[in-house]
């Protein structure tokens, strides 16, 4: 059963690659993908809308203006609630790495945004979305080291749907405000989510070796 799981995971991500590459391919041809093309009209009607001013609000929330102090406070709280560096560390260096691979997609894809805003800290290059892979790895972080130091299993579930809902709408608000394509979004998503879990299983293999040392 545990063997069966693991081959449908693998499918399931061999597949999303195979269509990201299909995105990544079309775009470098100069090419609109088709999940973009068929939803640019739902993101023009809500231009202005009550939703769009909503998106404006929630955007922040992966900025670099709020990522940056929610790392340095959140980082010390982590040294406090572990009493060892080594979570903290992870925290900070993990969002960093990701925010450092991101800029290293965007510049090897070349994708222009659909718009650029200085306000809404979208400028450069759009594929993938920062917004969207960066929160993945740093609000993803902070409820796994979080929920690590909780017993309570109610508090351990509001606390994963919150951080959860939260990195879905942060991704969902640079479409809504039109600084990026669908396809930016759901790619950042993915890479976030691999870079996640990638560190998650780095910070356990390290503590094991160095509970054994």
């Given at each position: ?97 990701a925010h450092t691979l991101n800029k290293l997609i965007k510049n090897l894809v070349d994708r222009e945004r659909p718009s ?52 879905f709408l942060i991704g969902l608000s640079r479409y809504i405000i039109n600084v990026h394509y669908l396809t930016d979004v ?28």
């Open positions: 059963m545990h063997d069966k799981r693991h081959r449908i995971v693998l499918l399931l991500f061999t597949i999303v690659f195979i269509v990201i590459g299909v995105w990544v391919a079309q775009i470098i041809n100069g090419t609109l993908p088709y999940a973009d093309r068929w939803t640019r009209g739902l993101v023009d009607s809500l231009d202005h809308s009550y939703w769009y001013q909503a998106a404006r609000f929630i955007t922040e929330l992966g900025s670099r203006s709020f990522i940056i102090p929610l790392l340095l406070v959140m980082s010390i709280v982590l040294l406090i609630l572990f009493k060892d560096w080594f979570a903290a560390f992870m925290f900070a260096g993990g969002t960093i790495a650029i805003s200085v306000a809404a800290n979208a400028e450069g290059y759009s594929f993938p979305s920062g917004h969207a892979m960066i929160s993945m790895v740093c609000y993803g972080l902070l409820g796994y080291f979080l929920v690590k130091r909780m017993k309570s299993s109610k508090a351990i579930m509001a606390t994963q749907l919150f951080f959860s809902l939260l990195v759901m790619a950042g998503f993915v890479i976030g989510f691999i870079c996640l879990i990638g560190i998650i299983y780095l910070y356990e293999w390290i503590q094991k070796y160095r509970s054994r040392s």
